[in-house]
């Protein structure tokens, strides 16, 4: 499974070269075009069967969260940030991989017997936290990780029954969505697939692809929060595993071209395929810059429920990828120009 | 014995309090050809014995290091999700995002989790997660999760040791394999060593919840002296530099009321006479090591503390020098070997 090799590359926004050479391999023999844009965007071409004159972008991104060497400390230790949002409260007890050596490293804290009374009720602030890869002098660290060397979480892909675990499926489990669409047979419109890098630090790549592509309309493909663990207070889940590809109508960053939502879940409906709608206004995607591009691009997003994403482990339900990849497809089969016409929405 | 695989093994080996057996098992066969025989505590130490040659009734040596670990257990199930609680002092700062594996009729891989933060109140996301936060969800269908866990199974934590820079290695359970992997090393280094005394090598069970496998295991033995080998704090950033000791400055030999004194001077002076690096650990009461148990077994034993510095104890990072561990175990075969049948006359206080 193609998830398994994206999820265990290294991706830091900004360095995603391991997912990019990841891609190409994947993708190459299946499109009549591929090409690395000045940003490091991965832009795939694929000839539609010419019945529909229309571009359809595709965007998926292929960078991940992780931190950042900025300094060091005397007895050896890096001092890091992140790099994209990471929540604070998962990093003490982590471990890394660090630079393009992949360099094992740890984040350790004060153990719990030297704590005084109340300090382990707070979390440590990614501030005063240091990797520890062995170095024993602050040359030493210096030598091994230059200043502004990346790391992120090390962690095995794994299959749990109905389940896969691992690291970074926001957002490689939409650039494996992208990558079975693309192995699939032609659409009848010209597809464009991107593979967007720096989307965790503001949707930066997908906004030159977006401009470079200049498409008719264009799909995010995501994998989103899904926040269907039991709680004290009856709120909505976000997104929940097993319900099937969650279609964005609005959050933080566009609100959904309404045609589009409209043609995902008719299509969906018609063919029995289960979906379900993110909670609004919650999250961002590459949507938010696609649908600014140029004079403006109808978006949507279309993401697979993910538990704990942004963290070292991330779970998803195989029959939702299995179930975004079918209702992209069909859907992508029923595009054509009338979707797009005014007064469908 | 190379030191690293030996750690990678120990550490990997799951054994929480009062369910040590993967590690017994590996020790069985690990010991078998150093040692002349053994059995197991009725609480489940370990016991192995290495006959000296000294005449008989000859004197009783046990070493002590705990083979038990820290981990979770499951309190309930919800919609799938299993409800824990710890066994030990498990740091809950340490465990969000953590990977598991849940002992149920089969093991089951799992993610400790939680709610994201972007679903909470600012103050909450500022906070380490209550336990009541807690769940570990192995990611199968609801009626999956009942038909295979039930309230009461263990959790482990899941966590490969890694080799850093330097010979330094970081694990979960380096807290005490260490020196389970220390007293390994002397055994081996024993081999063919005449020694006079009898050396019980023992490894205890359930040290992080009490101190019980020591206590148990000390009564059977009944050793006329004893040293306990634990892990203590390895100096990083955060911890206070009284309460820390660098990873590569030796073995720590504590000193204290836990401690009989001759027995702290000959160990420094082995260590000495052998250019074995030592640090001193200043333990003014509780030293929270099988060392407190066993010094007060039957009419009371004299005991020592030999400790390795390790880096974020009882997270799953656990951290130390490789080398820490190889000096350490030289320290105890040098100990040994060098131990006379009337070592215990020495010991006698000034006005006996």
Known sequence: MILRELSEAVGVSGNEGDVRAVLLDAVREHVDDVRVDTMGNVLAFKHGTGRQRMRVMLAAHMDEVGLMVVGYDDDGFLRVRSVGGIDPRLLPGTLLQVGPEHTPGVIGVKPIHLLKKGEGEKVPKLEGLVVDIGAKSKDEARKLAPLGTYATFTTRFRELGPTVSGKAFDDRAGCAVLVELLRGERFRFDLHAAFTVQEEVGLRGARVAAYGIEPDCAFALEGTIADDIPKDKDVSPTTELGQGPAITVMDRSFIADRRLVNLLTSTAEELGIPYQIKQPGIGGTDAGAIHLAREGVPSVTVAVPCRYIHSPVALLRLDDFNNTVQLMRASLSRLTQRTLERGKD | ?352
Request: with cysteine; charged share 25%.
């Open chain 2, 1 to 352: 014995m190379e030191v690293i695989p030996l750690l990678k093994q120990l550490s990997e080996a799951d054994g929480i309090a009062g369910h040590e057996e993967p590690v017994r098992v590996f020790l069985r066969q690990t010991w078998q050809p150093f040692v002349d025989e053994m059995r197991e505590g009725k609480l489940g130490s370990l016991i192995a014995l290495k006959r000296g040659i000294g005449s008989e009734p000859r004197p009783k040596l046990m070493l002590a290091a705990h083979m038990d670990e820290i981990g979770l257990m499951v309190t309930g199930i919800e919609k799938g999700f299993l409800r824990i609680t710890r066994v030990g002092g498990t740091d809950r700062r340490v465990l969000l995002g953590l990977e598991v594996v849940v002992h149920g009729r089969r093991d089951l891989p799992g993610v400790v989790a939680t709610r994201p933060p972007h679903v909470l109140p600012q103050d909450e996301r500022e906070k380490a997660v209550p336990w009541d936060k807690f769940f570990v969800d192995v990611g199968l269908p609801t009626e999956e999760v009942e038909r295979l866990v039930t309230v009461g199974d263990l959790i482990s934590i899941r966590r490969e040791m890694v080799e850093l820079k330097n010979r330094r290695v970081a694990g979960k359970a380096m807290d005490d394999r260490a020196c389970v992997a220390a007293v390994t090393l002397a055994l081996e280094q024993l081999s063919g060593v005449r020694h006079a005394w009898d050396v019980f090598a023992v490894a205890t069970v359930q040290e992080e919840v009490g101190l019980k496998g020591a206590i148990t295991a000390a009564y059977g033995v009944a050793p006329d002296l004893a040293i306990a080998l634990d892990v203590t704090f390895g100096k990083h950033p955060g911890v206070p530099e009284v309460d820390a000791f660098p990873l590569g400055g030796g073995p720590a030999i504590g000193v204290g009321p836990n401690f009989h004194p001759g027995l702290v001077t000959r160990l420094k002076e082995v260590a000495e006479a052998h250019e074995i690096p030592y640090q001193i650990d200043p333990i003014p009461g509780r030293s929270g090591t099988d060392a407190w148990a066993i010094q007060v077994t039957r009419e009371g034993v004299p005991t020592a503390l030999v400790s390795v510095p390790v880096r974020y104890m009882h997270q799953p990072v656990e951290t130390l020098a490789a080398q820490d561990v190889e000096r350490a175990g030289r320290l105890l075969a040098a100990f040994i070997a060098g131990l006379e049948m009337d070592f215990m006359e020495g010991l006698a206080w000034e006005d006996s």
